[in-house]
């Protein structure tokens, strides 16, 4: 179950990819300073674009590493073009596509833990499902709605990704 | 594992509870009027708040109901203020509450149709994974991000809600 939700957010987090794109193709229509995205954030204090993407890819990285038992590779938060960024993205894709399902044997009963977590810890089943993937999700769709916010065009189906419909 | 996704989400859905008390403390401190935070929106052809939080609730309470093959009650999209939304929160946290493990026995293995998929369908675990749980966790990040930018001091834990921390 690990794995295949781990492919799911790892389907999404290419998904991300083809938003840098999308991204690139209306600043260059629209005149506007590619630079001028990755700044670009919902409140004051919120991290702006370039971080919410930074994150999206870290939780993830982070989160299959950890519940794997594995080092995870340091990907230092230098980016400073959406070109830059989809490198990153392609980075975090490809370190994803090492795990196999036995990885994940043990996930659900690794100890957890954090800096700022002040010494406390959490199974790996809590942390994935109380921590990591509803991060993983919101750092996704902020980066997302950032976008949409100025004037990128973006559907659902950009986000979800392909769907696993077929005939009854 | 169904069953504990679903109380991870629920416990989310009841943050949202938490940020409409946020957003009317927000609205009577600033002098705002309540009635302009329902019709927020990121950009023009993106659901305004009302919406964002009727979905978030409706992709719960749906996913729920069609992966324990029972029939979901209907709530009509009628909240014209923010009391009216969290009283609809609360209807479906009360909802949700009824389900128990045994509920989702079958939920990955059932059939999931929906009108737009034009006759086509997805399994239980694909339509859970690839559809029900990114889609609450989309519009629940754009409820939340809709009230942050304008200006309802909210941080990560009110997303999170309480962790399973605890001493190694």
Known sequence: MYHEFFAQMRKQLA?????????????RANDIDPAELLQLRLAPDQFPFV????????????????LAGK?????????????ELHARVRTVLAY?????P????DAAHRVISQPRWEGKVMSGADYFREH?????YFHLTHSYALLRHRGVPLGKRDYLGPLSLHLP
């Open 71 to 83: 080092e995870a590779p340091s990907h230092p938060d230098t980016e400073t073009s959406l070109d």
């Open 15 to 27: 998904q991300l990819g083809t938003w840098l794109d999308a991204a690139a193709a209306h600043a």
């Open 96 to 100: 994803l596509d090492q795990f196999t």
């Open 51 to 66: 971080r919410q993407v930074q994150i999206s890819c870290d939780t993830l990285k982070l989160a299959a590493s950890r």
């Open 132 to 136: 990591a993937l509803p991060n993983f």
């Open 102 to 105: 036995h990885d994940f044997a």
